[in-house]
Every structure is written in C-alpha cells, then in structure tokens.
C-alpha cells in the first residue's frame, strides 16, 4: 500500500503529491489526515540514518524493499514511473523532472516571501522584510515564472506539457495558480491574462475526474494561513 | 561531448556538477569557462519552450537525442548514472536523490541569507533584514542541516554515504562545507566538531584524486562575493 505522510492540517507541499495520486485516482493512505498529526510525529521520530528532512514522503515498496521518498519532484517522478502519468520516454521524462524542480524552486520563494528572515520566526515578527519581499515577488518573481511556464506549455498543442496527455507537472502548475491566486488576489487578477496557455492547463487540470472529485471531498484541505500560500492582504497589490 | 553551462566567474550552483565530473574524471567542455559569458548568453537567448529557467545545465546525447538538463539534482543524478557514480541499486539510489535535493535545498537557503527580500537587489540594500536572516541561519538551520547529514552518513561505515564508494552527494557534502566555512568561518569553527562523520566525509573527499588535482588546476574558481557563498563578516558570528 502507498503512504503518504504530511501534515494534516494544511494543503501545503503534501498539496502537491495527492493532487497527482487523485487525478491518476491511485488509491493512497493519507496518513496523518486518518490518524491524526501525532501518527506523523510518532513516524518521523524513531528514523534514523538516511531519512526525510521534513514531510511529505511516501512510504511504499520498491523492489521488494520498503522505501521512504521524499521532497515533492522526487516523489512525484516515482509515482509517475509507477504509475504511468509520466511521458513514458526518457528524455520527456527529463524535461518533466527540470520543470518540477523548478516548481519545487518557486513554492519555496512562496514561503520565504512571508518568512524571509526565519522559517521558526512569527511573521509578525518579520513583517517589514515581507512587505518588501512581497514587492520583489509580485513584480519580478511571478511575471518571471508564469512566464517560464508559459513557454514550457507553448511548446505543444495542449492542454498539458505533454500534450493531451496530463502529467504530475500540470497538476502541479494548477497548484501553483491556485495557490498564488489565493495569496495575491489583485496581482493575479492583473497579470493572468499574459499567461493563457498556463492559465488552459490550470483549467483542463480541474476538469480531469479525479481532480473534480478530490475538490468536492473532505479529503480536499482549503488553503489557510498556515501553510505555504497564505493570504495577508498587505502583501497582496495589483 | 557533455557540455556544462554556468556562469564562468563564480563557484556557484555550477561547482556541484564540476566536482562530481571532476572526482569521476568525466571530461566535459565547461563551455563559458572556455568561451567566455557571452557565448552562455548567447547559448541561452534562442531557447524557447521547455529550457531551464537558469544554469547550471548541461547538454548531452540521450538515446539519440540532443538533451538539456537543469537544476543541480536532476544534473547530477543523471550524471551519476551515465557516469557509475551512483549507487547502482533503485532503492540506495532513491536515497541519494533524497540527500542530493535537502543540498538544494540549503543551497538555496544560504543565498536567501544575504539576499532575503529580493534577488535582484543590492545586498547593501537588505543588509538590515540579512543580518537577522544570518542569525537565525547560524542557530537553527546549519545546526539541523548539518545534523541531518551527519545522520545520513551514520547509517554506514563511511567515509562516504554509500560507504567506500563515493557519489555526487558526497562531492556535495564537501563543498557545502567549503561553503560554509567560507561564508561562516566563527561558526563553523564553534560546531564543526559536532559532525564528526560530515568532516569525515569532506575529508575524504578532498582526498579523491580527481578533486586533488582539480583544485590545485585553474580550473578551479574560488568562492568570491558574487556567488552563493559569500563571506560577509557581520553575518558570521560564533
């Protein structure tokens, strides 16, 4: 059985893992959303030697061994592999890993955005840095990322990078759009529309089954001010 | 012919590749060392489409097909099994992609130090909110990347991750704390003896025949202040 192991209470990076399990409609055990936070806890603390420096990761068999994977494009690739929403042809597969990467790049630029000082610091305690944080972000970051995407996606004949074909990257890149429409509301309001092929993919990701019936689940956590993408409103400007 | 692409005047991101291909003695062009910026520049304008979003990266012949791969992890991961440098085993090998994108991760973390609100701006500029991003960066994060390395490296009788063998994580591991110890020498000198295996490991490293003879080569750019690591002295402290 697959395991996934991230923290309930927050879509968070764990967000972009079940994303691609529900829309291959893979079934998956989301651990500590049915166990609860201290199973998490409880798992993570005995690991020794080589193991996950944070959550998400997944637990599963590989090759008759039980494995442990973690960070989010290393996750993803593998279950692609195994469960075939990869390209199925090495060196697309090769340019599937550079761009989820490069997603994993960018939800990191997220969170430092209302945290740049320190990850364990209150945000009120580092509001000012943010402020200007958020304005480098908004202004350059997110034109310059949508944009990379953008590109990526006008490769090809959509709706996805791969073509008709969705990939964990596409359900990534709709996590992204939604996440950063979450966070900067008016800036996303302003810019989507140099972005419409990005903004194509988002939208065919949403129409897939699974997604549909993730999204109108309880499996299905809102965004909140914990977690990567978080609402503040004076970080937010067209 | 693999041809390496990174910005010619700093270690950077670029030194990840550099060493592993130097400890493994693969030869390759390191084309804008040869050729200068401009022909980077040059090499990087006319691509559209799925391309990396920054260097270091690397063309190369995947089954018959010109290929680029960016971002370090995925660079050298595919390197290290084109190159035998890997584990040679799935599961062991999905460990080290693990271990080699957590070094991502720091890497990514240790620029934020000195450029926290924005990248395009001067670190003069942030100096203030740098000096708190350094702070919290000295006590919390190099303690608990640091000891999560060194735990990886428990799991085995070393000096390397995989043991005897050594693999791109491990020519990671050394240049992290070149890195470190560069950009923090109070710091590091105060903790290092906490991680005794990762000293170990970085030993050993530097004691590779391919590294000794690269960084006694030209090839070999030391760290400035343009780089990753910088050595700013109001950021370290012990």
């Known amino acids: 059985m697959l395991d996934l192991w991230y923290w309930p209470s927050i879509p968070g990076r764990g967000e972009f893992v079940r994303l691609a399990l529900e829309a291959a409609e893979?079934?998956?055990r989301d651990r500590a959303r049915d166990e609860g936070v201290e199973a998490l806890v409880a798992d993570m603390k005995p690991r020794h030697g080589i193991k996950p420096f944070a959550p998400p990761y997944i637990t599963c068999e590989v090759e008759g061994r039980e494995v442990t994977i973690a960070q989010?494009?290393?996750?993803l690739t593998w279950l692609a592999?195994?469960?075939?929403?990869?390209?199925?042809?090495?060196p697309k597969d090769l340019e599937l890993i550079m761009l989820q990467l490069t997603v994993s790049d960018v939800v990191a630029e997220v969170h430092a955005v209302h945290h740049p000082v320190g990850v364990s610091a209150y945000y009120e305690d580092q509001k000012d840095a943010a402020l200007v944080a958020a304005k480098h972000f908004r202004e350059e970051r997110i034109p310059k990322f949508l944009g990379y995407f953008e590109d990526a996606l006008s490769a090809i004949d959509g709706p996805f990078v791969l073509g008709a074909k969705w990939s964990h990257v596409d359900t990534s890149l709709f996590q992204l759009v939604e996440g950063l429409r979450f966070m900067f509301p008016?800036?996303?309001a302003a810019v989507e529309a140099d972005f419409p092929k990005l903004i194509a993919c988002h939208d065919a990701v949403a129409a897939l089954p699974g997604i549909k019936a993730y999204r109108?689940?309880?499996?299905?956590?809102p965004f909140n001010q914990d977690g990567i993408f978080r609402h503040y409103p004076e970080l937010d400007a067209a």
């Open 186 to 188: 008016k800036r996303m």
């Open 72 to 75: 989010v494009g290393h996750i």
């Open 216 to 221: 109108a689940s309880d499996r299905c956590i």
């Open 26 to 28: 893979v079934p998956y």
């Open 81 to 90: 592999d195994a469960h075939g929403f990869g390209a199925s042809d090495l």
